[in-house]
């Protein structure tokens, strides 16, 4: 049994009621790599952000839950290298779909946990949770749930069509499972191809698609039901197009790529959302940098001529997003 207090790292209720209560949110970032680590770790050091680090089943499976939980010890430690005096590092696993799962990361040093009980029906999804939750918090460890499906790819979950959070589910769901927060269904969707393009407009200047705006009466009667509860966003990708214009000229092929438009998030920052999970962006920025550098220079055969061009561009990319898009920079001095 590993005590993540011992590693340095911290659960999400300290960071959740201030960002709650400023109205800013808390960047989740995924990791599966050491790249997208010292990129995520130095944009926060950089900006003093509080962040959550998310660790999917994926993300297991790729890079060995030993290492990346190590990984993430190395990362409290490179914070204070890098002059970040009181690092609020959380590591969260994302998309828990098993108790054993979630247990297991509890008991190997994980901050918080999210069991997705979302595909289950209401009453399972309630039991399961309630069994996570019993047991994360005998160590501190805070639990994330979900209510209401988002389309697209959920790890080994597909969905075909997404099913908006019922605002009148949440206030017993909540309060028989006892979670401490709780991601909704509002329009949002995992991936880089959120919206069929028939559920799109196009910019008749640019030709793009201008996605369906996220269904803010439905987070604003979750709202209501539950005031100052911690509410998450998951999907929330905007597919930045440069990135995907940079992928498609450098032999790339992702077309109609499209996400959640910033201004969108910004407004569900301010508001009881104080968790974004972000990866897409990230995997866009590595692969438009490493896509540009190969293209430009088919002799480079050295990982660190193409990956660390691709650290910068995702350092940067978190810093827009902490500074410009969540408002969580200067909250973790
Ligand atoms: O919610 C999905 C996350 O982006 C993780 O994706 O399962 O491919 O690691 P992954
Ligand atoms: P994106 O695919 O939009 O980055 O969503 C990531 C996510 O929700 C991880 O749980
Ligand atoms: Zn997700």
Known sequence: MVNYKDLGLVNTREMFAKAVDGGYAIPAFNFNNMEQLQAIIKACAE???????????GARKYANQTLLRYMAEGAVEYAKELGWEHPQICLHLDHGDTFELCKSC???????VMIDGSSLPYEENIALTKKVVEYAHQFDVTVEAELGVLAGVEDDVVAEESHYTKPEEVIDFATRTGCDSLAISIGTSHGAYK???EQCTRDPKTGKLVPPPLAFDVLEEVEKKLPGFPIVLHGSSSVPQEYVDIINTHGGNLPD?????EDQLRKAAKSAVCKINIDSDSRLAFTAAVRKVLAEKPGEFDPRKYCGPA????TKLYKHKIIEVLGSDGKAE
């Open 47 to 57: 900006t003093k952000s509080p962040v959550i680090l998310q660790v999917s089943s």
């Open 106 to 112: 509890v008991d190997f040093g994980f901050s918080s």
């Open 195 to 197: 919206f069929k393009p």
């Open 257 to 261: 790529a499209v996400g959640i438009p």
């Open 311 to 314: 650290r910068d561009e995702m």
